[in-house]
């Protein structure tokens, strides 16, 4: 599972702290608990691949939490943990020209409110 958690991009905050981070994420992946029954972790031999499975009367079975029909994966048990940790765009272009100077998209007046237009007109 450490693994598959170095091959996810965290925020630059977060990069320093990677390695207790990572293990503070399996640590409480570890501790999850789907209709009172603690989740293990089962590596198939065959594929690599780790599945997640509950002890259901002394059987491991596949996870099918709140009586959906999607079996629990792996990536779904770590998307919670980890997502506030990985790296975000901030929706920003950080194209230039030839000249170093940033290249904006143009505006379309078309799809703008008068608020927006004005804004548009006074920062030109």
Known sequence: MKTKLLTF???EAFNALKEPLIETIISKIKQT???DNLV???LDSATGN???RQSIEGALRD????GSNEKL????LIAPHI???L???NGKSDEKNADGKKITPPIDATKLTLHEERWANANR
């Open 83 to 85: 997502e506030p940790f």
């Open 33 to 35: 608990k789907v209709k």
């Open 73 to 76: 994966t792996i990536e779904k």
């Open 87 to 89: 790296k975000k765009s």
């Open 9 to 11: 991009e965290y925020g």
């Open 50 to 52: 780790l599945n997640v």
């Open 63 to 66: 996870v099918y939490p709140d």
């Open 40 to 42: 293990l972790l089962e």
